[in-house]
């Protein structure tokens, strides 16, 4: 068996190496030295190492051989063979997951009886090959036996390296990175992508370093002088890394910045390199643009733009609170009450902890509790808005003043806050109190009232109509559970406000929406626009469900209510106008059920014949054991037993049962078991029968049961 390792080295960066289990208690007579680190005796040599890890030959070619020292448990002069690390789990559980495995590894590292250098061939491999690597080929309790004809399995360092790479990936895709320029060990200035985390980020990176395995801390030069590297260190140069992997990889497709013809003012041509090389699989500038003046004007840029954008982490913030012109003002004239947006600091670990910036300016007795967390509170506020006007224009006025303590805003202004500026300040860390009602509040839009056309609903033969039939319909204009009349569109379009208040509660309004609503509402019966007044119950549901708009229509469907039947079905009904076999209620045991069904399974009967007469099919989604198969089968039997006792449809259709071959004999057994008066056909084997034999014995049978393989043929 291979177990694979993969390893981050300070100043290099990432590398894979093996060992190999059927070299283990093998010498390697004439390599080893009296004094020193020797040759670790069974680490796979670096020419078979791309193929044992699967490496594409692209990036196989990238890879450049290197000797590590690594300290490694030692017992009778030989490294000791690790034990294969069990899996990670998913992207978002990775770090979690990996700390009991880490841990266990330490034990197993504290019970060695030393630890000795070795030197031990690795592949040091770029980081977008190393990000791949990692993904791709994941720990598992299971070996790997694409790559090589040996098992493969990994290692403790593996499983974390591939953590750590589930977390550049989050981050990548969540967009927090930042451009920066960086001097590299070689003196070349290049443009790197830098991890921005967030708290929740900082939670997952602690376990991380806290959970890092010994492995991954083995390399050492021999010298006393230069102490290992932290966990801390390792995790933030291996991120660095892998961020900026997995952000040009993303952005592999918009390697583009066109050349300009003429003469380019220096800074703009070291702008413009910066930004290619970015995207570019080299991240070096070229000298033109790496000389110190423009390194350093680019630096500067890039601290300035993420200062303007990023929150400092601290004690304390900034938080903007939104409040609403009293409701007394609006109702009496909506024009009247400004919206106000109040400034406090707040503390990060308490928020409910809020002072009011007059308070600050005036050094008033409030501001006391800040005192241990931060010792100038003024200053702090002051830097703080300095940092917010860049992403809220809005508050340059208020900033006029030598102490702002608040910005007035009419309705406009309240709502471009709300939908524009309060996100973006939320997401660079200041704090944001809105009103309750901005997280939920509905959008104004129709709603659908349909009510099933009478005749020929409750046939179950073929000529019935079900889903096929007619339903009368008509629009109403809503806001959440509330119908507006047509006077109340009116009045609101005469206010031409974004934020209104609606009997009692604020409702936000989309340009254009009242005006179409009118349309829709007033437009005569009889005009042109295609708009029709019925459709079919299918079409009511697929708009009901939200999986088709409704015909020609510029505003969106908020609800659908019908009555009878299909309101029972989308759950809209309740207006006591459908009949009362429309109701779905539990049906007890049939008579021919030999058993007795949980009061849960009679809820699933019921549903089950429900939709059946509306020719509607079901998921039935019990747990595994709850009695799936003991549903349909009463349902068998009802269908048979409510079946009308004359006609050509007298005799309910044979049921079609498609499943796995492993399970025909457990449906016989169910079957004879719970429904013993059903007659059972299977359709299967080298006795099968076919043509009309086939089609004889489907029609005498109840239940036809047939295998997934035999139906693929």
Not at 331 to 340: F, I, K, L, N, Y
Not at 654 to 659: E, H, S
């Amino acid at each position: 068996m291979l177990v694979a390792h993969a390893y981050w080295s300070p100043g290099r960066g990432f590398c894979f190496w093996a060992e190999d289990s059927r070299l283990v208690g093998r010498s390697r007579r004439g390599e080893d030295e009296e004094l020193g680190p020797r040759r670790h005796s069974f680490a796979v040599a670096a020419p078979g190492l791309a193929t044992a890890l699967g490496l594409t030959p692209e990036a196989a070619a990238r890879a450049e051989p290197v000797r590590l020292r690594l300290l490694l448990p030692t017992e009778g002069n030989r490294p000791v063979p690790t034990t294969a690390a069990m899996g990670t789990g998913g992207s978002r559980s990775a770090a979690a997951n990996v700390v009991p495995m880490a841990r266990a590894a330490r034990r197993d590292q504290r019970r060695a009886p030393a630890l000795y250098p070795w030197l031990v061939p690795t592949l040091l491999v770029p980081a977008g090959v190393a990000l791949e690597l990692l993904l791709s080929r994941r720990a598992s309790g299971a070996p790997d036996r694409a790559a090589t004809e040996a098992p493969l399995a990994f290692g403790a360092g593996w499983a974390w390296c591939a953590a750590l790479a589930d977390e550049a990936l989050e981050m990548a895709a969540g967009g927090r990175a930042v451009p920066a320029v960086l001097r590299a060990a070689d003196g070349r200035a290049e443009a790197r992508w830098l991890p921005a985390p967030t708290t929740a980020d900082g939670e997952r990176l602690r376990g991380l370093v806290e959970s890092i395995p010994a492995v991954c801390r083995a390399e050492s030069d021999g010298s006393r002088d230069r102490p290992p590297a932290s966990p801390e260190e390792i995790v933030t140069g291996a991120l660095g890394e892998l961020v900026d992997a997995a952000v040009r990889a993303s952005l592999a497709g918009r390697r583009s910045v066109p050349p300009r013809r003429g003469r380019v003012p220096k800074k703009t041509a070291a702008a413009e390199a910066f930004l290619v090389a970015l995207t570019a699989d080299d991240a070096a500038l070229p000298a033109a643009a790496a000389d110190a003046d423009n390194v350093e004007e680019l630096q500067r840029v890039l601290r300035d733009w993420r200062r303007s954008g990023l929150s400092t982490a601290g004690p304390l913030r900034t938080c903007f609170r939104l409040v609403p012109p009293p409701a007394s003002e609006v109702e009496s004239d909506p024009d009247e009450g400004p919206w106000r947006v109040e400034i406090l600091l707040q503390s990060t670990e308490d928020p409910s902890l809020l002072v009011a910036a007059g308070e600050v300016w005036r050094d008033g007795p409030a501001i006391e509790s800040f005192r241990p967390l931060v010792t100038d509170p003024e200053g702090y506020l002051r830097t703080d808005l300095g940092r917010a006007v860049r992403l809220w224009p809005g508050l340059d006025a208020a900033l006029k003043t030598p102490e702002p303590t608040e910005v007035e805003l009419d309705a406009a202004g309240a709502q471009r806050f709300l939908a524009d500026a309060a996100p973006l300040l939320e997401q660079a860390g200041f704090g944001i109190l809105v009103p309750p009602w901005w997280r939920t509040t509905p959008r104004l839009g129709l709603r659908l009232r349909a009510r099933p056309r009478p005749v020929g609903l409750h046939s179950s033969g073929p000529g019935g109509l079900g889903l096929a039939g007619l339903c009368d319909y008509d629009y109403e204009v809503a806001v959440g559970d509330t119908t507006l009349t047509v006077q109340e569109l009116q009045a609101l379009a005469e206010a031409k406000a974004p934020l209104v208040r609606l009997r009692g509660r604020w409702v936000e309004l989309r340009a254009g929406d009242v005006e179409r609503a009118l349309a829709i509402l007033q437009r005569p019966a009889g005009s042109s626009h295609p708009a029709p007044r019925e459709m079919t119950a299918a079409e009511v549901l697929r708009v009901g469900l939200g999986l088709d708009p409704p015909p020609s229509l510029d505003l969106p469907v908020v609800g659908v209510v019908a009555e009878g039947w299909l309101g029972a079905l989308l759950g809209t009904g309740g207006d006591g106008e459908g009949d009362a076999d429309d109701r779905i209620e539990a049906r007890p045991t049939p008579a021919g059920f030999n058993g007795t069904l949980r009061p849960y399974q009679e809820r699933g009967l019921a549903w089950l014949r429900f939709l059946q007469r509306y020719g509607l099919g079901a998921c039935l989604a019990d747990d595994m054991g709850l009695g799936k198969t003991a549903q349909l089968l009463a349902l068998m039997v009802l269908e048979r037993e409510e079946a009308p006792p004359d006609g050509a449809e007298a005799r309910p259709r044979a049921t079609l049962l498609v499943c796995p071959m492993s399970l025909v004999g457990n449906w016989q057994r169910e079957t004879a078991r719970f429904a013993p008066d059903l007659a059972v056909h299977v359709h299967h084997g080298a006795g099968r029968k076919v043509g009309p034999s086939l089609v004889a014995a489907a029609e005498s049978a109840d239940l036809v049961i047939t295998t997934y393989s035999l139906l693929a043929r």
